[in-house]
């Protein structure tokens, strides 16, 4: 008990510490997801508007900008291959690279980790959480998770990218408490909600307790309302701890600290004290509900994805941050031209008293087009002025239209992504090399969130890895080897302890398979008439615009495709060479009716 309170109070400590460094961060988030969720007015300004009658439009742009941002993500996800680090040269790990794709694939994690990438665009923080449940699964099922960066806290002293450098994470859940009771039913109800955090359960972007509550009786709460919620703390941390280590004439070996003093002065045995890394988990309510070692060791955890980092203010940011006042001021902009335009007079007449003979009648047909308005004489050809004059109409800024199209081009200038990744049109008109070469250098201002992104893949795969060798080895896991399906028993080699993780490269196009595919088709030739082996066609099958089923019908697809006679495999491969030649001509054609059809406009224009 004694040591548990020591760890609470310190714990406590530093939450409260890491929470109260990033409450600025916090006030912001809650805005930028705002803006990309829609309401873009505060609150005073929308009351105030709507007291004076006056529009209130929004215009959502920036969900645009972070939604084609997320689709360069989605379209081009990247695989990570792995390789067993041993002496000489060495090749991919196909079960380490297949296993964790396996990992992936069954609780979809590429969703869960698009999700996160959306998250670190909009705040500047993107976080998922690998866990093992048997819930569902006796044997144990892996899951990724996308946790909402509201509910995460780190390190305050952490400046890395990815949180590298951080030495503890927190993770605060709200549930019933019905369901907290389900989880840790030898705990008594009164202790199952952290209410020392300060935080609010229905926002805990907001601090709401200045002070840390003690650890008191009396503090406890006697409410047994069963969907009261609760505040549940999951923290993760590492601290040093210290070995012994005896080089001696059989090798290395640990020892305790107790028995150092054995060894030390022997001939022949090197006694050394060596620091390492253990990683520790708490789950924590009003008092600590459970601790231990994480398991597997070596990681948090918890993943994140950062944006930038605003030096000044402490905080990251992604690139809501600089969207946020070119989308207020356009929203105010429209909505004043609107008001201004709704205030000014529309039209009408001046008029005498003496200019109708029949004033009623007058005034109830003059907007009528096929109205006849009897005037008495002298009214329209008066010595002096008309006795009717229409009023005048105000006119607008002919500045007002420039002033408009810098609002809409700011959304998209200010975080650097430019027109043609937005499929928007655009002044001038571009060839298709222009166009893709603008859409490069857009992707180039992109780089650091594509950077964090892949950092981001090498730490979960390496986590990955690190939960199937702790849970799933022995397990049946499906895989692809040589564009066939089967199943094979999850193991990993002996002789290896430790892989190297490569990542490929980021995206320098919206959709890196189209543009691999373009690189490759004027090679297409050249490799029919050269006899390219099948397995070659067959990987660059994948690559193509053709359906997924289509192309696994024609690469074969698992055992069954091991099983087919030389003639039938024969016949595949004709078949695959046959559609390669189809899809060659097709484009070839394409590229002349392009060509002919540019030389004919040409023309025209001349």
Not at 228 to 247: F, N, T
Not at 415 to 427: I, M, R, T
Not at 589 to 596: I, V
Request: hydrophobic share 35%.
């Amino acid at each position: 008990p004694y040591r548990d309170q020591h760890l609470f109070n310190r714990l406590t400590n530093q939450f409260r510490r890491d929470a109260r460094a990033s409450e600025p961060w916090r006030r912001k988030m809650k805005e930028w997801y705002a803006m990309v969720g829609g309401t873009q007015w505060d609150a005073q300004t929308a009351n105030r508007l709507i007291a004076e009658q006056r529009p209130m439009l929004t215009f959502n742009k920036t969900g645009a900008v972070i939604n084609v941002v997320c689709g360069i993500q989605v379209s081009n996800r990247q695989d990570v291959h792995i390789f067993p680090r041993t002496q000489g040269d060495t090749e991919v790990s196909e079960i380490a690279t297949q296993s964790v794709k396996w990992f992936d694939d069954r609780c979809n994690a590429a969703s869960e980790e698009s999700r996160a990438f959306r998250d670190m665009l909009v705040c500047g923080l993107g976080v998922t959480e690998t866990r093992i449940d048997y819930l569902d699964d006796p044997k144990g099922k892996g899951y990724r998770e996308r946790r909402f960066p509201g509910d995460f806290f780190f390190d305050a002293d952490a400046r890395k990218a990815n949180l590298e450098d951080a030495r503890r994470m927190w993770l605060v859940k709200v549930m019933e408490l019905d369901e907290a009771m389900q989880l840790f039913p030898d705990i008594a109800p009164n202790d199952l909600d952290a209410d020392w955090t300060g935080l609010a359960p229905s926002n805990l972007s907001e601090i709401i307790d200045d002070e840390i509550r003690d650890y008191r009786e009396d503090n406890h709460s006697t409410d047994k309302d069963m969907i009261r919620p609760v505040r549940i703390v999951q923290a993760q941390w590492w601290e040093r701890e210290y070995a012994y280590m005896v080089d001696g004439p059989e090798g290395e070996f640990e020892i305790d600290k107790a028995d150092r003093r054995l060894y030390i002065g022997l001939d022949g045995f090197d006694v050394r004290r060596v620091a390492r890394k253990v990683w520790k988990y708490a789950i924590i309510g009003r008092r600590i509900l459970s601790t231990g070692d994480l398991d597997p060791q070596g990681q948090f955890h918890f993943k994140v994805m950062t944006g930038e980092y605003d030096e000044e203010n402490g905080y990251w940011y992604g690139l809501m941050k600089s969207m946020v006042d070119p989308q207020k001021w356009q929203n105010k902009l429209v909505s004043s031209i609107i008001h201004i335009i709704g205030s000014q007079s529309l039209g009408g007449i001046m008029y005498e008293t003496d200019a109708f003979t029949n004033k009623q009648k007058a005034l109830r047909d003059w907007t009528k087009p096929n109205s006849k308005i009897e005037l008495n004489p002298g009214t329209l050809s008066g010595d002096k002025n008309p006795k009717i004059q229409t009023k005048p109409v105000g006119q607008l800024p002919t500045e007002l239209g420039e002033v408009l199209e810098f609002a809409r081009t700011a959304i998209y200038e200010c975080p650097g992504v430019p027109f043609e990744l937005l499929a928007q049109d655009v002044s001038d008109q571009l060839s298709g090399v222009q166009e893709f070469e603008r859409t490069r250098r857009g992707i180039n201002v992109l780089a650091s969130y594509f950077d964090s992104n892949k950092l981001y893949r090498m730490q979960n795969a390496e986590l990955t890895l690190d939960f199937n060798r702790a849970f799933f080895e022995g397990q049946l896991m499906r895989i692809t080897d040589e564009g066939k399906q089967k199943y094979v028993e999850l193991a990993f080699e002996e002789d290896t302890e430790a892989y190297d993780f490569i990542i490929d490269d980021s995206p320098v196009a919206p959709n890196m398979k189209e543009r691999t595919w373009q690189l490759i088709l004027p090679l297409l030739p050249l490799m029919l008439q050269a006899g390219a082996p099948p397995e070659m066609f067959a990987t660059i099958l994948e690559y193509s615009p053709l359906p997924s089923d289509l192309v696994k019908k024609l690469i074969g697809d698992g055992e069954n495709a091991e099983q087919d006679s030389e003639e039938e495999k024969q016949e595949r491969e004709l078949q695959m060479r046959a559609v390669i030649a189809q899809i060659v001509k097709t484009e070839t054609e394409a590229e002349e009716n392009k060509a002919q059809a540019i030389k004919y406009l040409s023309l025209i224009h001349i």
